[in-house]
């Protein structure tokens, strides 16, 4: 699903009042599925990371983490995603990375496929929403920029839950900045979270230093990933968004192409969007890859064993 962000759903404000009354549907849906018993469970660990706030908030990539400290443990994990034609190529980058990964229109079918192949574990790439196979663990996730925006479910604001669903997590990781009055408003919700900070490193960013950068990028926050790159000190001089999981079509990459020559700028991009372009020929367009850094990370791996 291709989302684009409306500036609405930042705060509160006459057009997010005037959607309020359609979010009594996707309360409804709420309510409907925490009312509904099921969910299969499994005899292997299942680690759900994922979110309550609409894209950006770091899933993949801590997801990614967390299947390698278990490699590196010698838990045998599998990284499972479910499919979606239109994020095909963001999942096949994530195989590149992991190996051991699935992808099927249904999750259960991930797992069992795990299982079959030997795997011990399983890291679930979002599906915090999907009641239909119970966690060992949900790892609910935030970015410091927007954190639950005007507070408002879809369509009124960008939240896919209520924050009552918090009671459903152990583990909370924000990435960005240290928000106490955020830590406190959670906390009131379920005292037992246990609160991580992540935050990105920006790879190689010593060949951008000093040039003038058009960055664009069709993420679930690419604003957040403009600010990530100014903090680092890159010298962004124009910004251009698309939505989350665009499709680039030569038109759209030709138009950034000009408009990078006309003002003497080098086109600059996410590790993700580049994937995409790459098979469309665009080889050489520049792209930043990330690290996940967690902070107190020895605390939060033992968090995370205690579920194993």
Known sequence: MKIFKPKFWSEVNLLSLLFLPFSLVTMSIYLLKEIIPGGKSFKIPI???????????????????????LKKKKFNPALIRK???????????????????????????????????????????????DTSVKKSLNIICFNSFDL???????????LREPLMSLKKGKIVVINGEKNNSFERKIKKISKN?????????????YKYKGKKLLAFAGIGSPNNFFKLLKKNNLKVEKEISFPDH??????????????????????????????????????????????VKILKQKKFEGEILKYL
Do not use: W
Not at 47 to 69: A, Q
Not at 193 to 205: E, H, N, Q, R, V
């Open 47 to 69: 680690i759900c990371v994922g979110n309550i706030y609409v894209g950006g908030t770091g899933k993949t990539p801590l997801s990614i983490y967390i299947f390698n400290l």
């Open 193 to 205: 979270l246990k609160i991580f900070y992540s935050k990105y490193i920006l790879k190689d960013i």
């Open 148 to 158: 639950v925006g005007n507070g408002f479910l879809l369509p009124a604001g960008p």
């Open 83 to 129: 499919y979606y034609k239109s994020h095909s190529d963001e999942i096949d980058l994530t195989k590149s990375k992991v190996g051991s990964f699935f992808s099927n229109k249904k999750r259960i079918s991930s797992i069992f496929d795990a299982k079959k192949s030997g795997n011990k574990v399983i890291v679930m790439d979002d599906g915090m929403q």
């Open 246 to 291: 665009y499709g680039y079509k030569k038109r759209d990459i030709q138009n950034l192409i000009d408009i990078s020559k006309k003002k003497d700028l080098k086109l600059i991009t996410t590790e993700k969007d580049f994937f995409k372009i790459k098979k469309m020929g665009y080889k050489k367009i520049a792209y930043i890859s990330i690290d």
